[in-house]
Each structure stands twice: as structure tokens, then as C-alpha cells.
T-cell receptor, first 115, second 111 residues
Framework: DTAVSQTPKYLVTQMGNDKSIKCEQN?????MYWYKQDSKKFLKIMFS???????INETVPNRFSPKSPDKAHLNLHINSLELGDSAVYFC??????????????FGSGTRLTVV | GENVEQHPSTLSVQEGDSAVIKCTYS??????FPWYKQELGKGPQLIID?????GEKKDQRIAVTLNKTAKHFSLHITETQPEDSAVYFC??????????FGKGTMLLVSP
């Protein structure tokens, strides 16, 4: 199936730990994103990344860092986890806008709970 | 940057009724306006989108209208069914910028 897949689906961890969430897309898209969805369902952009440029939302703590081994993968590393990091994290991807296609395809989300 | 306002935050309708969700945007350069549906435990899924050179687009029971002058766009769902119950997000984007989402509308369709 063509899709954006992220793992794990659920992640429970203690404060202070370091964790990673993986994301892979097989759609041939050029740009990938990480969004954070809080308890009020608000979708907030954290990063956008293509093979040329990383754009970081300035409100994202530097404990969060994206790692992209190749065009099809964008993993999210989180250091020194805090209670406030608990949320659902979504990976998404999109083709180049000059293709005339602008829509994002989202993964199914990773629910992170910090205890 | 772009700012997207979405109303209402919750909407309850009876099965068979119509539902309308409205959004406004701030950046007149935005030219792409998608709508996403998010079911419980799933990621947002694109259900319909509209470009700035089009005023209205329809796909079966859902339609989107765009008023560029007023900088607002709306989602219309007719003959609602219980499976339409979900959170709906509007969004706006200009070319190479990232999508900016509204805060979502929880739609509940009662049988």
C-alpha cells in the first residue's frame, strides 16, 4: 500500500528518557513534516524538511530534532522527555508544489505518553 | 504568517440534516484550501480541496466554497450520516509554504 507509515503507534516512557519515532513514506514525495496534536486537537507544525532545507518552528524546543537518512524517511528524536511532551505526533508528506499537487498525506499518528 | 480561524468548534446535527463549517484566512497570497477529516485514533485524511481560481467544488455529498475577496471558505455536508462524525480541519497554503490548519470542528451526527 502506498502510504505514510510511522512507528510505534503507542509510546509510554518516563520523564528524562530519550526516544525516537520513525516515519517512512513510499509516495515519492519530496517534503516531509512532523506535526504535534495536543489534547484540544490543534495541529501544530514542528518541522518541514526536504533534501535541501530544514524549516524549524521556532517554538519547538531544541530537545526535538528531525533526522532524515534519505528522502523517504524522517525520524523524530526527543531528548530529556517532559510531561508536556505527551501528545499525538503525526508525520506527513507532500509532493513538490510545482507539480500542481499541494495536499499532504498523513500517517496514523504516534501517541506519546510521558509519565 | 498565515492565520486560519475555524467555526464552530463543535457541531451537532441530526442524521439527514446539512452541516456547514466555516473558515477565514489572513494571507491573501494563499491559493490552496484543503479540508481534512480525522476519525478517532486515525490521522487526518484529505476529503476535498479547492484552488484559488475556483469558487466552488463538489464531490457527492460534500462541497467547498471559496470567497477570495472576503478570505473565507466553507465546507458543506448534505444528508449527513453517523459515519460523518469526526473532527474536520480546514487549512490554507500559499505555494511553497507549509499548511496552516484551523483548530478543528468536532461534528456529531445523531441517528
Amino acid at each position: 500500500d502506498t502510504a505514510v507509515s510511522q512507528t510505534p503507534k503507542y509510546l509510554v516512557t518516563q520523564m528524562g528518557n530519550d526516544k525516537s519515532i520513525k516515519c517512512e513514506q513510499n509516495l515519492g514525495h519530496d517534503t516531509m513534516y512532523w506535526y504535534k496534536q495536543d489534547s484540544k486537537k490543534f495541529l501544530k507544525i514542528m518541522f518541514s524538511y526536504n533534501n535541501k532545507e530544514l524549516i524549524i518552528n521556532e517554538t519547538v524546543p531544541n530537545r526535538f530534532s528531525p533526522k532524515s537518512p534519505d528522502k523517504a524517511h524522517l525520524n523524530l528524536h526527543i531528548n530529556s522527555l517532559e510531561l508536556g511532551d505527551s501528545a499525538v505526533y503525526f508525520c506527513a508528506s507532500s509532493p513538490k508544489p510545482d507539480t500542481g499537487l499541494y495536499g499532504y498525506t498523513f500517517g496514523s499518528g504516534t501517541r506519546l505518553t510521558v509519565v | 504568517g498565515e492565520n486560519v480561524e475555524q467555526h464552530p468548534s463543535t457541531l451537532s446535527v441530526q442524521e439527514g440534516d446539512s452541516a456547514v463549517i466555516k473558515c477565514t484566512y489572513s494571507d491573501s497570497a494563499s491559493n490552496y484550501f484543503p479540508w481534512y477529516k480525522q476519525e478517532l485514533g486515525k490521522g487526518p485524511q484529505l476529503i476535498i480541496d479547492i484552488r484559488s481560481n475556483v469558487g466552488e467544488k463538489k464531490d457527492q455529498r460534500i462541497a467547498v466554497t471559496l470567497n477570495k475577496t472576503a478570505k473565507h471558505f466553507s465546507l458543506h455536508i448534505t444528508e449527513t450520516q453517523p459515519e460523518d462524525s469526526a473532527v474536520y480541519f480546514c487549512a490554507a497554503r500559499e505555494g511553497y509554504s507549509t499548511l496552516t490548519f484551523g483548530k478543528g470542528t468536532m461534528l456529531l451526527v445523531s441517528p
